[in-house]
C-alpha cells in the first residue's frame, strides 16, 4: 500500500487527538494481540498502539511485524506511541456497491423540453 505524502499527513493529523486502542506488553507480539489489532483495524481504520518500552530496532521488529501480518502501514511512531493505518474493508464493500448501482435519471423536468418563454407585454 502506498500513500502519497499529503494523504499521510493529513491521517496523522486525525490520529492525533485518538488515544492508543492496543497497549503491547512485556511479552511482545502475541497472537492473541495481533487479533486484537486486527479487529481494531477492521473498527477503525487509523488507530494508535502504544508498544514496550524496549529497544529501538525491538519495536521497529514489532512495527514490521504488524505491518506484514495485517496489511497496515505504520505512518509514524513518536517514542512508545505507533500510528496504523489500514483502509477498512467496510468502505471497500461500499465503493463495490456503489459500482454495480446503475446511475438514475435525475428527478424533475428536462429542461430542453420547456417551452419558450414570451415576454411580459403589460404597460405600467
Known amino acids: 500500500m502506498s500513500l502519497t505524502n499529503h494523504t499521510k499527513q493529513a491521517l496523522i493529523a486525525e490520529a492525533h487527538t485518538l ?3 492496543v497497549i503491547i506488553g512485556n511479552e511482545g507480539l502475541t497472537r492473541a494481540v495481533l487479533l486484537e489489532i486486527d479487529r481494531a483495524l477492521y473498527d477503525h481504520p487509523l488507530i494508535k498502539i502504544r508498544l514496550p518500552s524496549s529497544e ?3 519495536k521497529l521488529e514489532i512495527i514490521q511485524a504488524i505491518s506484514q ?12 506511541i505507533c500510528i496504523f493505518f489500514r483502509p477498512s474493508d467496510k468502505d471497500k464493500k461500499k465503493k463495490e456497491k456503489a459500482a454495480k ?7 424533475g423536468r428536462d429542461r430542453s423540453k420547456t417551452p419558450n418563454k414570451t415576454k411580459n407585454t403589460r404597460a405600467f
Do not use: D, N, V, W
Open 56 to 58: 529501538k530496532s525491538e
Open 19 to 21: 488515544h492508543p486502542i
Open 101 to 107: 448501482k446503475p446511475i438514475k435519471a435525475t428527478k
Open 69 to 80: 501480518e495485517l496489511r497496515a502501514e505504520c505512518l509514524k511512531m513518536i517514542g512508545h
